[in-house]
C-alpha cells in the first residue's frame, strides 16, 4: 500500500530566504506524485506533479520538486520565499490500478517572516 | 469555466440526524471523488465515481456513510445518523479521467458541524 510521510508539521522561513518542505512515500508500482497547496479558507490547488517523465518537476509561483527514487523522496523547494506563500501543503500519492485516489500526507504549514 | 461546487458550504446538525451533501463537478469531467479533512485525521479517501459506478468505497469509514451519483454528473454523500466524530471538512474533486496522473479540481468544501 502507498504512503507519504511529511517529515515536517511546520516550517518558518524568512521573506527572500529558500523553501524547503521534505516528503518521503511508499509505494509498491510507480507512482505518480503531486504536491497542492491550502492556503487559509480556500480550496486545494494543484502546484505540480510527477508521472514518470522529467523527474526534476516545474509547479506553479516558482514551486519546483525533484523525485529521487533511491532515496523514495520528493521533496519541495523555491529559492525564495514570498509573504504569499504561507499556507498548507501537501505531498499526495497516486497509484495506478487505484483509480486515481489520492493518498495525502499528514501537512506542512510554511510561515513566512517579513 | 466553472469549477466544482459544493452545497452547503456549512452545515451545522444534531447528532443522530441525517444529511446530504452535494458536489457538482466541472461539465465532462468523469471521475469524482471525496475526501475528508479532519483535525485529527488529515484529508483522507471517502470514495470515487467512474461514471455513476463506485468501484472504490473502501475510504467510507461506517455503514452510515453512502454516496451515489447520477447522470455522471452531480454526487450526493449521505451521512445517517450523524456523529460527533462526523464533524468535518467534505472535500469534492473531479478530473477527466481516472488515471493515476490526472490532476483532480477540488471544490471549497463543505463545513459539517454535529453537536
Known amino acids: 500500500a502507498q504512503s507519504v510521510t511529511q517529515l515536517d508539521s511546520h516550517v518558518s522561513v524568512s521573506e527572500g530566504t529558500p523553501v524547503l518542505l521534505r516528503c518521503n512515500y511508499s509505494?509498491?508500482?510507480?507512482?505518480?506524485l503531486f504536491w497542492y497547496v491550502q492556503h487559509p479558507n480556500k480550496g486545494l490547488q494543484l502546484l505540480l506533479k510527477y508521472t514518470s517523465a522529467a523527474t526534476l518537476v516545474k509547479g506553479i509561483n516558482g514551486f519546483e520538486a525533484e523525485f529521487k527514487k533511491s532515496e523514495t523522496s520528493f521533496h519541495l523547494t523555491k529559492p525564495s520565499a514570498h509573504m504569499s506563500d504561507a499556507a498548507e501543503y501537501f505531498c499526495v500519492v497516486s497509484e495506478r490500478l487505484q483509480g486515481g485516489k489520492l493518498i495525502f500526507g499528514q501537512g506542512t504549514e510554511l510561515s513566512v517572516k517579513p | 469555466g466553472a469549477g466544482v461546487s459544493q452545497s452547503p458550504s456549512n452545515k451545522v446538525t444534531e447528532k443522530g440526524k441525517d444529511v446530504e451533501l452535494r458536489c457538482d463537478p466541472i461539465?465532462?469531467?468523469?471521475?469524482l471523488y471525496w475526501y475528508r479533512q479532519s483535525l485529527g485525521q488529515g484529508l483522507e479517501f471517502l470514495i470515487y465515481?467512474?461514471?455513476?459506478?463506485?468501484?472504490?468505497k473502501s475510504g467510507l469509514p461506517s455503514d452510515r456513510f453512502s454516496a451515489e451519483r447520477t447522470g455522471g454528473s452531480v454526487s450526493t454523500l449521505t451521512i445517517q445518523r450523524t456523529q460527533q466524530e462526523d464533524s468535518a471538512v467534505y472535500l469534492c474533486?473531479?478530473?477527466?479521467?481516472?488515471?493515476?496522473?490526472?490532476?483532480?479540481?477540488f471544490g471549497p468544501g463543505t463545513r459539517l458541524t454535529v453537536l
Open positions: 465515481f467512474q461514471g455513476n459506478s463506485a468501484p472504490d
Open positions: 461539465s465532462g469531467h468523469t471521475a
Open positions: 474533486a473531479s478530473s477527466f479521467l481516472t488515471a493515476s496522473g490526472n490532476e483532480q479540481f
Open positions: 509505494s509498491s508500482y510507480s507512482p505518480s
